[in-house]
């Protein structure tokens, strides 16, 4: 064993000269390692992912996932995936979604599907950063992963597919500043639905932002949550109402509450009620209230074409080997309202063009 006196350092440096390797050295202070980040900045591209070799004639196994299992705008593209997968004939559907919105529970599943090594997956995060590293996760083990209707932005997902929930959050604003017309003064409640979900919370952030601008002296209260439940729902609606008799406004940042059948949480009101309501969403229970006047207009996203576009995407990534050189693909959204005269002034549609639309598949 050398010791560390001035012989055996000029021996140690003669070593290292020579470029021999040494067996044992003096005792030395490590290095200084340069800080960690707090956050790792996330690369302009994606990495490219090699998707597993799979046996001939067997199908692509592609992953749904959705913030909860049974909700029906979920159920709807669950629909849209299925159509897809049929129509490519060579794709097989697995739709996994925990019962409630559990990101925790959620980010499990999404564990689960790496180990059963999907071809790829397409997620509706409950919660961008718990998603954040299953998301990596998939993508290093050379799973394709996309997101759709809530992203999580800072994850190496190749892209988000929906709508620019800021702008759609404004358009729920403007949809309620043209309904009071010059009565702009007073109370406006707010229902969302799982607290802290990004998609909701970008919606509410456009919403809050666009009253800010054109009608200060709206009010905007504390958003109400319902997790996602049309009985809670329901029930927090009403509990709005009857707190605030005198309210202006109403946002629906989610249909949640009028995914039930009409009359819903305007059980109490024989007439449309002084609020004007303006929700999200545009299933089919949702379209007696615009006729009936109890809802003013629906911003609807196009969820059919959130699970039908996803596994065209990820299909597109995994067999024709496409790169995207864009991180978002506008779902675009349409607006729905009952009468033809405001469908025309705004660039929506009435709820019957819209009802076709939805049979056939066209919307």
């Known amino acids: 064993m050398l010791r560390c006196t001035q012989t055996s350092r000029a021996l140690l440096l003669a070593l290292v000269v020579a ?3 040494l067996v044992a050295g003096c005792p030395r202070q490590p290095a200084a390692q340069p800080p960690t980040p707090a956050v790792q900045p996330r690369p302009k591209t994606p990495p490219t992912v090699q998707p597993s070799p799979r046996a001939p ?12 299992r049974d909700n029906p705008v979920f159920v709807l ?20 979604a925990p019962p409630e919105g559990d990101a925790v529970k959620q980010a499990e599943i999404v564990r689960s599907l790496i180990a059963k090594r999907v071809d790829g997956m397409a997620i509706s995060c409950n919660n961008a950063d718990v998603l954040k590293d299953p998301i990596n996760e998939a993508m290093a083990a050379g799973i394709p992963t996309i997101c759709f209707d809530s992203d999580s932005p800072g994850s190496q997902r190749i892209l988000y597919y929906g709508v620019d929930s800021r702008k759609a959050g404004a358009k729920l604003g403007e949809l309620l500043v043209k309904a009071l017309g010059t009565d702009l003064e007073g109370d406006v409640g707010q229902v969302t639905g799982v607290a802290g979900a990004p998609n909701l919370e970008e919606r509410m952030d456009g919403l809050r932002e666009y009253l800010a601008q054109k009608a200060p002296k709206l009010k905007l209260l504390p958003a109400q949550p319902c997790d996602d439940s049309t009985t809670t729902g329901l029930q927090v609606v009403q509990d709005i109402l009857r707190g605030h008799p005198d309210l202006k ?16 949480p305007f059980a109490e009101y024989p007439e449309p009620t002084k609020a004007k309501v303006v929700s999200f969403d545009a299933l089919e229970t949702e379209w007696e209230y615009v006729r009936r006047g109890y809802v003013y207009a629906l911003v609807a996203q196009r969820c059919f074409h959130w699970g039908k576009e996803s596994v065209r995407i990820l299909h597109e990534i995994v067999v024709d080997k496409r790169q995207y050189d864009t991180q978002f693909v506008d779902g675009g959204m349409d607006l729905v309202v009952r009468d033809k005269a405001l469908a025309d002034q705004i660039g929506g549609v009435t709820v019957d063009v819209y009802a076709e639309r939805w049979r056939t598949k066209r919307f």
Do not use: T
């Open 19 to 21: 470029g021999l390797p």
């Open 57 to 68: 004639g067997s199908k692509l196994k592609f992953a749904i996932v959705p913030k909860m």
């Open 77 to 96: 593209a669950k629909d849209g995936a299925l159509a897809e997968a049929k129509a490519l004939g060579d794709v097989e559907v697995l739709y996994e």
């Open 249 to 264: 406004g109403l946002i629906l940042v989610g249909g949640w509450p009028i995914f039930s059948e009409f009359p819903g």
